[in-house]
């Protein structure tokens, strides 16, 4: 998502929600002033200087204004100026945010989040077997794509919605353009980023700090991890060769709770490299023992996963 500051238009995963002139910032341009807000200026009747460095007059007017509002909140008063939109209801402010989003360059919406999520579920399918429904005739292979990507790619993103709105935030899937067109590039020339969407997230109720980004980032692994763990424990207890329960037929060879353990590991892994926008990065900016933890978990389900099923997906899909 772009920065809405004039002249800036940095690229941010996560933007700061102004609840006074309802723009969306990065960092650097989150605060009122930063980003020279037409309402908190309309409100006060102080213009901001034309210039970006501050003149001494608009220093030592801040500074007072800023004293000033420091003792009406001692005393429990209200600030100088009030948030216009503090009497809209909550799911007024989501539309508006979701509006915003869906306008937002590189973003691309059909409508409703469901449409969105089904969308990104059926391109991450065809990636891994659309080739072995037509060119194969292996609709087996098909199926079990889905399979994979419904027990891994879904739980994931819902976690991190899920955590990002009881954190306070709004959070919504919404495809992105350029990542639907690293995924094609994936399902044409067979390597590549399979991305087509991202759960976007809008401080709603207040700015997310390290701890907040952490915990939401976390939360994609953290829900693989759960799923690959049972799913391993299910796969031993079900495997051909020495299960108590031994599956037969098509789910047997491979073992399909083996193989749903061997996705979920290798996803959350993929997602914990401490790079670029990856779950990674957040969570070891915020606590580097709970990013060794969940790699190491996620690690401990991969290795004994591919002990019992070297093969992966070969002959599958």
């Keep these: 998502m772009r920065c809405e500051y004039p002249n800036c238009g940095a690229q941010e995963d996560i933007l700061f929600y102004c609840r006074y002139c309802r723009g969306s910032f990065c960092l650097k341009h989150r605060d009122p002033e930063a980003h020279r807000c037409p309402a908190v200026e309309k409100q006060t009747q102080q213009p901001y200087a034309a210039t970006g460095t501050p003149t001494n007059e608009e220093v030592i007017r801040q500074m007072a204004q800023n004293a000033m509002k420091m ?51 059926t391109l991450i399918v065809l990636v891994f077997g659309f080739s072995q429904l037509i060119f194969n005739n292996n609709w087996w292979g098909f199926l079990i794509s889905a399979i994979l990507v419904a027990t891994a790619f879904l739980p994931h993103e819902m976690a991190h919605k899920v955590v990002a709105q009881r954190r306070g935030q709004f959070a919504r899937y919404i495809l992105w353009t350029r990542g639907i067109i690293y995924t094609l590039f994936t399902l044409i020339f067979r390597i590549g980023l399979i991305v087509p969407g991202f759960v976007a997230i809008v401080p709603l109720s207040k700015q997310m700090d390290k701890k907040d980004l952490g915990m939401v980032a976390l939360a994609g692994p953290a829900i693989n991890a759960v799923i690959g763990a049972i799913s ?63 790699v190491a978990i996620n690690v401990a389900i991969v290795v004994p996963s591919f002990i019992f099923n070297p093969d992966f997906l070969a002959g599958v899909i």
């Design 71 to 121: 003792a009406q909140q001692a005393m429990g008063q209200q600030p100088q100026y009030q948030d216009p939109y503090a009497q809209a209801d909550e799911e007024t402010r989501r539309k508006l945010i979701e509006q915003r989003l869906k306008k937002s360059r590189g973003l691309l919406s059909f409508g409703s989040e469901l449409v969105d999520i089904l969308i990104g579920f």
């Design 232 to 294: 391993l424990i299910l796969g031993l207890l079900t495997h051909a060769s020495f299960g108590i329960l031994p599956l037969t037929g098509i789910f047997a060879t491979p073992n399909i709770f083996i193989l749903v353990a061997q996705f979920n590991g290798l996803i959350a892994l993929f997602n914990c490299i401490p790079v670029w926008q990856l779950d990674g990065a957040k969570i070891l900016k915020w606590d580097w023992k709970v990013f060794a933890a969940i």
